[in-house]
């Protein structure tokens, strides 16, 4: 059985900060687990915009604290998130993630991140090897 609280990731390899400084991921879950998937805690800060298309991975996310939206950028549609909005990027959806206030994300990936990965210009993650 695993066991891992936010406090042990905290300060380790396992705690993730975009370059852009747009938000931080705890990464609860990894590859290495063998779990078949990885699951995070993502804050994204206030006042952000962040493009995403993960090209290479399927992803779902659960919001829990924080408000904003999500654009996808194939029809412009925007949609609202707050606490208790899940939405799952089934069509390798590339979009823009804004937070209105903070939001606290829970994030589910398929396949599972290996660690440390932050998004390439395109805004995708590397494909797992």
Known sequence: MLVRTIRDIAGTDR???ADNHNWVSRRLL???DQMGFSF?????FAGTQ???WYKNHLEAVYCI??????ETLSDGKIHRIVPGTLYALNDHDEHYLRAIQEMRLLCVFNPPLSGREVHLPD???PASD
């Open 15 to 17: 705690e993730v900060f």
């Open 30 to 32: 990894l590859k290495k």
């Open 40 to 44: 995070h805690e993502t804050i994204i």
């Open 50 to 52: 962040t493009h995403i």
């Open 65 to 70: 604290d924080g408000e904003g939206e999500v």
């Open 123 to 125: 805004g995708s993650y």
